[in-house]
Nanobody, 124 residues
């Protein structure tokens, strides 16, 4: 089992930037695909981005492609989400999540371990 803890959320104006961090702990982290999932008020959880611990290959939802960048630091067991050109519609609780056995998970249902979430609010 992997434990995840996010940090870095906050309030930012449209067009601004934020960087979310996720500290991961547990055994065999290299067997997990890591990702960021978000949930806006009244909406279902939405896949944002994913990255393979072992290869560093990443994948993005169309809604964030070109604006968000997911990365990982294997030595520190950290995963990051750099968010640029933020829009009000990016407002949500952002969760760091892990999918065991999936190198590059692209569906919310594949993620079995979750952090507590961090709020991101983008004002217009």
């Amino acid at each position: 089992q992997v434990q995840l803890a996010e940090s870095g959320g906050g309030l930012v104006q449209a067009g601004g930037s934020l960087r979310l961090s996720c500290a991961a702990s547990g055994r065999m982290l290299s067997s997990y695909g890591m990702g960021w999932i978000r949930q806006a008020p009244g909406k279902e959880r939405e896949f944002v981005a994913a990255i393979s611990w072992s290869t560093g290959i990443s994948y993005y939802a169309d809604s964030v492609k070109g604006r968000f960048t997911i990365s990982r630091d294997n030595a520190k067991n950290m995963v990051y989400l750099q968010m640029n050109s933020l829009k009000p519609e990016d407002t949500a609780v952002y969760y760091c999540a892990a999918a065991r056995g999936y190198s590059l998970p692209r569906e919310v249902a594949k993620f079995g371990s979750w952090g507590q979430g961090t709020q991101v609010t983008v004002s217009s």
